[in-house]
């Protein structure tokens, strides 16, 4: 009996395809800079990283280490804002103790987001804000790689900017591989609007020759709204066969939050709220198979026990199910 099953978990184990052996639970998480949390000092981010390492993680990512022209430390770039104290160094030194890698997240320029980017200068901004970022912290134990936090999206193709949003993206990989190897990061999302094959042919054909990432982190949009969760499969399916040809690894970013205001919602100024666990828990079990990594956006404002009783309901839950899957 003892022997039948363990010859029965022998082979579930070693049938699992690669993808499906891997992708155990939540394993990573965005952390987004704010004028509030950026002045929390040494002892937050030690326990935001604890909090993480509770959850059973080993990945953080900085979604951006400046916003516009405000830097989150010290920098001597020309024309920006540096701040009185280090939040990065900080962040680092915290991931460090508990063993968390962390990728850091370049300079966003708010107006992208308005479809104006002026490709040389982008260009030239962030190679600095990265060769900066690399001479200050470089070193550090804490550091994983590296993030590019302009969003691609399925209808990127049909934007005027499409050319110069992927020769941006192909100039700052190109550079960081010329740094000690650190992985490169992307994360773009998808409207279901979208055709999922048209999308993934784009991606196969056009962007990932091109750009030379190592990883993309695919948003799965439930928590925006802009998708429902029968919309995730077609998606993470199409593109999980491209990311495999092109030997890049295929993250899902799983939004836990649930937006209240904003576009697409409504027209008021945005606003979102905790998750509730069980969709969670569904965006993180329909992705799963397509998947090598799952991260989520976003912890101190959304899953942060400190923040709310909604965010801390969210963290007990998934420090129930998921943490011990690892």
């Not at 951006?64 to 030194?93: C, S, W």
């Amino acid at each position: 009996m003892l022997k039948n099953i363990f010859l029965a978990c022998f082979f579930f184990f070693a049938f699992l395809t690669p993808l499906e052996a891997q992708a155990k639970g939540v394993t990573g998480a965005f952390l987004q800079l704010n004028a509030a949390n950026s002045k929390a000092g040494q002892a937050y981010w030690n326990r935001q990283m604890t909090g993480l390492k509770e959850l059973g993680m080993d990945t953080a990512i900085v979604q951006y280490v400046a916003y516009d022209r405000f830097y989150h430390y010290p920098t001597k770039i020309e024309g920006m804002v540096p701040a009185n104290e280090d939040v990065i160094m900080q962040i680092l030194n915290a991931a460090r103790a508990v063993k968390i890698k962390v990728f850091l997240g370049l300079q966003m320029d708010g107006r992208f987001w308005k479809q104006k980017f002026d490709l040389q200068k982008r260009i030239a901004l962030n190679i600095a804000t990265m060769n900066e970022l690399h001479q200050r912290y470089g070193a550090h134990a804490g550091l994983g790689g590296w993030y590019i936090p302009e969003e691609i999206d399925n209808e990127t193709a049909n934007r005027e900017y499409a050319d110069e949003l992927l020769e941006y993206i192909a100039r700052l990989s190109a550079r960081a591989r010329e740094l000690p190897k650190l992985p490169v990061m992307i994360s773009p999302f998808f409207s279901k609007q979208g055709n999922p094959r048209e999308y993934a042919a784009w991606w196969d054909s056009r962007a990932l020759p091109q750009i030379k990432v190592d990883i993309v982190a695919l948003q799965d949009g439930v928590g925006t709204h802009r998708v429902a969760l029968r919309d995730l499969k077609p998606v993470y399916s199409a593109l999980s066969v491209i990311m495999k040809r092109h030997q890049v690894k295929f993250w899902a970013n799983i939004e836990a939050f649930d937006q209240t205001a904003g576009w697409p919602v409504n027209s008021e100024p945005w606003a979102a709220q905790s998750a509730a666990f069980h969709r969670f828990r569904q965006q993180v079990k329909l992705t799963r198979p397509f998947i090598s990594k799952t991260v989520l956006f976003e912890y101190t404002q959304y899953v942060s026990p400190e923040k709310s009783r909604r965010a801390k309901l969210l963290f007990d839950a998934c420090k129930k199910e998921f943490a011990r899957q690892k």
